[in-house]
Nanobody, 125 residues
Framework: QVQLVESGGGLVQAGGSLRLSCAASGRTFSAYTVGWFRQAPGKEREFVAAIRWSGGSTFYADSVKGRFTISRVNAANTVYLQLSSLKPEDTAVYYC??????????????????WGQGTQVTVSS
């Protein structure tokens, strides 16, 4: 398994931006899909975005398409999630996750077998 550490969360006003980072240690990301999920209080964890380490194909939830951008830096073993045009409903704990197997649609929590500890994003109105 790979160890994942998220950073970059914080408090931001509506319309603002944040960049989240997910750094890996242990095994590299080379065989993985890396995803971001979020969980608001009282709600289930939901898919936000994912990127294939090899090839760089990306996937986005409809709710964030056009506002969030996922990217990777291979040499740094790091995946980023750029959050823009933030809304109060984006408030949640954001989790980074990695999958060691291929899925056609890596948008469910069951796809992933390594998880970070989460970073809080709070958007004020």
């Amino acid at each position: 398994q790979v160890q994942l550490v998220e950073s970059g969360g914080g408090l931001v006003q509506a319309g603002g931006s944040l960049r989240l980072s997910c750094a890996a240690s242990g095994r590299t990301f080379s065989a993985y899909t890396v995803g971001w999920f979020r969980q608001a209080p009282g709600k289930e964890r939901e898919f936000v975005a994912a990127i294939r380490w090899s090839g760089g194909s990306t996937f986005y939830a409809d709710s964030v398409k056009g506002r969030f951008t996922i990217s990777r830096v291979n040499a740094a073993n790091t995946v980023y999630l750029q959050l823009s045009s933030l809304k109060p409903e984006d408030t949640a704990v954001y989790y980074c996750a990695a999958s060691s197997w291929y899925s056609l649609a890596p948008v469910t929590t069951s796809t992933y077998d390594s998880w970070g500890q989460g970073t809080q994003v709070t958007v004020s109105s």
